[in-house]
C-alpha cells in the first residue's frame, strides 16, 4: 500500500511538470498535425488514382505478339500502364502506311492523351496525326524527325541499344573461343553470320557493335551480313540464316523479328545470339543470349509526364544506367563457362566510360583509321545534315539524337547481295 502510495505521488509530480514545461498541451496540435498530414496524403492519392483512371495510352505496333520486337513492346506497354493505373488500348498488324495515320487519329478522336508506334515507318503518319491533334501527345520509337519537325506534341525516343548488343557480342566471342580451344573450329574460322533486316543505319549500328564485342575477345573473328528486306518474314530469315552457315558461318545472331534464324541455328546445331527476346523454347541447344532495349522505363515516363502536366522530352534516349539496355538470362547450357562474369566486367566498363563501344582505335574502314566523320543527323537548330560524329576517339552514338547514326562498313564485316 505504501508503495503505491509513493507511486501515485510520483505520477502526480511528473504530470504536473509536464504541464508546467508544456509537455501535455504540446502533443495535441503534433497529432493533430499528424492526422491532417495523413489526410492530405491519402486525398493526393486519392487524386492521383482518379487522374490515372481518366488517362488512356495508345499502341500503335508493327506486328503483334509471334514478332519478338512486337512483343518487347507489347509486353512493357502493360507493365507500364498497370504500374501506373492508367488505361490502355493496343492495335496490332498496323502497317507502315496511312493505316497507322487513320489509326493514330482515331485514337486521339476517342480522347486518349498519348500515341505511341513501335516501328521506323511509321514517323510520317504520326507526325501527320501530331499535326492535326495538337492537344495529343505523339510519341515514336527508332525515329530520327522529332527534333527537326518543329512540333510540340511530337516525340522520338530510342536507347543506347549498341551496348547491349555489344555485350552480346562479348558472349558470341567467348563461345568462339571455346570452340577454338576444343578444336572444333580454328582461328580463321571464327566467321559469324548476321540475319539483318534492312540497311538502315539502326541495323548497322546493331552489327558492328556485335561485331566489336566479339572481337574484343576473340581477335581473329570476321562477320558475314545476309539482308531480308522485311522487318520479320520467318522463311527468308530462316533462309538467310541457313545461307550463312552453308557458307561457313559457325555462329549466328540477328537484327530480325521472328524465329526463323534461331530455329535454323538449332537444327543445324550452330549457337545464336537473338534479339528482343529469349528464343531458347525454339532453340534449347543453341541459343545464348539476346539484348534487348526495355521500353517499360520511357513509358512510365511518359505516363508521370502526362499525369503531371510535364513537358515530353522530344528526343529521349534510355541507357544501361536508366534499365533501358538488357541483358536477358543466359543459357548456361550453351554459353561459354565464365560468361557471366566478363559480361558484368564489360559492363561496369560502359557504365564508367572507360570502353566505348566505337572506340576508333578498334576497327579500320578500308583500311584506315577513322578520325573524322560527319554524319547525316540534322543535330542542331539550323538542322545541318552534316555534324562531326568522332569526339574523345569515339564515334558518339546516340549523343546529337537518340536513334541510331552509325552506318560505316568496317573491315571484317562482309555484306551478302543486299539486293532485296
Request: one cysteine or more; a negative charge; glycine letters at 8%.
Amino acid at each position: 500500500m505504501k508503495k503505491k502510495v509513493i507511486a501515485l505521488v510520483i505520477a502526480g509530480v511528473m504530470a504536473l511538470s509536464m504541464a508546467a514545461c508544456g509537455g501535455a498541451s504540446s502533443s495535441a496540435p503534433a497529432a493533430e498535425e499528424k492526422t491532417e498530414e495523413a489526410a492530405a496524403e491519402t486525398e493526393a492519392a486519392e487524386e492521383t488514382e482518379a487522374a490515372a483512371s481518366d488517362i488512356t495510352i495508345g499502341f500503335i505496333t508493327l506486328h503483334d505478339e509471334n514478332s519478338t520486337y512486337d512483343k518487347n513492346f507489347i509486353d512493357a506497354a502493360i507493365a507500364a500502364c498497370e504500374a501506373k493505373g492508367v488505361n490502355y488500348e493496343i492495335k496490332s498488324n498496323i502497317p507502315e502506311d496511312n493505316t497507322c495515320y487513320e489509326t493514330a487519329a482515331d485514337m486521339a478522336d476517342k480522347g486518349y492523351q498519348l500515341v505511341f508506334a513501335d516501328s521506323f515507318g511509321h514517323e510520317d503518319f504520326m507526325i501527320q496525326a501530331a499535326e492535326e491533334f495538337p492537344e495529343v501527345e505523339f510519341c515514336h520509337a527508332t525515329g530520327t524527325k522529332a527534333h527537326t519537325a518543329g512540333l510540340a506534341n511530337f516525340h522520338n525516343a530510342f536507347a543506347t541499344i549498341y551496348e547491349g548488343r555489344y555485350l552480346a557480342g562479348v558472349a558470341a566471342g567467348l563461345k568462339l573461343n571455346e570452340m577454338i580451344a576444343a578444336g572444333t573450329i580454328t582461328e580463321d574460322q571464327a566467321v559469324m553470320g548476321y540475319v539483318g533486316a534492312y540497311t538502315y543505319a539502326e541495323v548497322i549500328s546493331g552489327y558492328t557493335s556485335f561485331y566489336l564485342g566479339a572481337k574484343s575477345v576473340c581477335p581473329s573473328v570476321t562477320m558475314k551480313v545476309k539482308f531480308t528486306g522485311s522487318w520479320y518474314d520467318e522463311s527468308l530469315e530462316k533462309e538467310a540464316a541457313n545461307t550463312l552457315i552453308n557458307q561457313g558461318c559457325v555462329l549466328l545472331s540477328q537484327h530480325a523479328d521472328s524465329f526463323g534464324a534461331p530455329t535454323a541455328c538449332e537444327t543445324a546445331g550452330v549457337p545464336d545470339v537473338s534479339y528482343n527476346g529469349s528464343t531458347v523454347s525454339v532453340a534449347p541447344n543453341t541459343y545464348i543470349v539476346s539484348s534487348r532495349i526495355n521500353w517499360q522505363p520511357y513509358f512510365e515516363y511518359l505516363i508521370d509526364c502526362v499525369m503531371n502536366g510535364q513537358a515530353i522530352d522530344t528526343d529521349w534516349t534510355g541507357t544501361i544506367a536508366t534499365g533501358s539496355v538488357e541483358l536477358l538470362e543466359l543459357n548456361d547450357a550453351v554459353a561459354a563457362e565464365g560468361t557471366a562474369a566478363k559480361i558484368e566486367e564489360v559492363k561496369a566498363g560502359l557504365e564508367d566510360g572507360s570502353i566505348k563501344v566505337f572506340d576508333t582505335t578498334t576497327f579500320t574502314v578500308d583500311g584506315a583509321a577513322v578520325d573524322s566523320y560527319m554524319a547525316d543527323i540534322d543535330s542542331d537548330e539550323a538542322y545541318t545534315p552534316d555534324t562531326e560524329v568522332i569526339a574523345d576517339g569515339a564515334f558518339q552514338e546516340s549523343v546529337y539524337r537518340s536513334a541510331p547514326a552509325f552506318d560505316l562498313q568496317i573491315d571484317g564485316i562482309e555484306l551478302l547481295d543486299t539486293a532485296f
